[in-house]
């Protein structure tokens, strides 16, 4: 059973560009996280989704920001009009649909660079 | 502001001594999970103590877990230089919404 899976994992963007970050979430899970860790920092929470809709994302800046977990295919974190303030790690994660705890599998995260 | 909070920041031992993490968090919690982080590598799960639990116990790894302190604590026995990585406790006062401290740094010296 492979873990959670993102890529790329190092992704590197000139200012103004688009950053799209992708996550397969472990087999069975349908609940996926995105997290952003800036250096030397823990990770702060961005959104959660499930299959087709974004259950909440109050982490996630109102602007340039999006993501979205289609019914088919990987989970994907989309930052358009990249800034340097937008370098850092991000992380998803992914739990089962009926899991009594809140247990999240993360993946390897994609370092993002900004130019 | 951070819900979880851990110290101390940076933490230096010899191998095989014992390494003890803290960490304090502030509102009620479900479920309080330590994560591991090697540099620049993903988050590895290391131990989950449930709001009703008080200790638990994963081969080399005890966490114990004090409601009424807001607190937990990490201990690493026999440390090896493999166990260099930083220390994350997360919280979660919902069902899903993780929230993470800012880590333990610990340097494991051979």
């Known amino acids: 059973n492979a873990g959670v899976m993102q890529n790329p994992r190092h992704l590197v963007r000139r200012r103004g560009q688009e950053a799209r970050l992708r996550c397969s979430p472990m087999k069975g899970h349908s609940h996926v996280y995105w997290y952003r860790q800036l250096p030397e920092e823990g990770l702060k929470f961005m959104v959660y989704?499930?299959?087709?809709?974004?259950?909440?994302e109050s982490g996630m800046p109102k602007e340039r920001f999006s993501a979205e977990f289609p019914k088919e295919g990987p989970s994907i974190l989309r930052i358009q009009q990249v800034v340097r303030g937008d370098s850092a790690a991000y992380f998803c994660?992914?739990?089962?649909?009926?899991?009594?705890?809140?247990?999240?599998?993360f993946g390897p995260g994609t370092r993002l660079t900004v130019l | 502001s951070q819900q979880g909070e851990e110290d101390p920041q940076a933490l230096s031992i010899q191998e095989g001594e014992n390494a003890t993490m803290n960490c304090s968090y502030k509102t009620s919690i479900n479920n309080l999970q330590w994560y591991r982080q090697n540099s620049g590598r993903g988050l590895v799960h290391l131990i989950l103590i449930r709001s009703n639990e008080r200790e638990k116990h994963s081969g080399r790894l005890r966490v114990t877990l004090d409601t009424s302190k807001k607190s937990s604590s990490l201990l690493i026995t026999a440390s090896r230089a493999a166990d260099t990585a930083s220390y994350f406790c997360a919280t979660d006062d919902s069902s899903y919404k993780l929230i993470f401290g800012s880590g333990t740094r610990l340097l494991v010296r051979p």
């Open positions: 994660a992914s739990s089962p649909p009926e899991s009594s705890y809140n247990e999240q599998f």
């Open positions: 989704l499930q299959k087709e809709n974004i259950i909440d």
